[in-house]
């Protein structure tokens, strides 16, 4: 055989294994495209429940609720909010360090944290406000279901956004 031929055959064989080969890859795109949406709507629904505990407050100060009514309702609503949070946590798993001046080693899913105080979760929670500020885009004009600025059609329904 002459050589060209070798190279033409070796060319056509790697073509049909990449052919071969793709849909393994886009499995993997599609789950993580899944993985997205899902975080998306965490993360909405999360900003949903910061707005109404900022609602829950001041309507509170304003003396719109009952002195009764009010921390049932915030504790309620500080409960959803953890566990929203546990929620994006497992989709978007991040090492947490130690605090300077001991070893930076990450803490395992496995212990079970201390329990967090009232004010512990309102300063995770305006950290977390700060973080995600300015990254929701609202909802979705059609299904209404929650939407980020960098998606382009809706997790939900595929309506074009943009």
Known sequence: MEPGAIYLLILVLAFIVIFVMRPFFERQRIHSVESSHELSSLLAEHERLLSALQEL????????????????????????????????DELAPHPVKEPLGKEAQPVSRSQTPAPLSDDDLEELLARRRNLRKGKTAGFCPKCGKPVLISDIFCPACGHALK
């Not at 100060?61 to 921390?71: D, F, M, Q, S, V």
């Not at 504790?75 to 994006?88: D, N, S, T």
């Open 57 to 88: 407050d001041s309507d509170q100060a304003l003396g719109k609720i009952p002195a009764e009514n009010y921390p049932n309702q915030r504790i309620q609503l500080l409960q959803k909010g953890a566990e929203v949070l546990r929620k994006i």
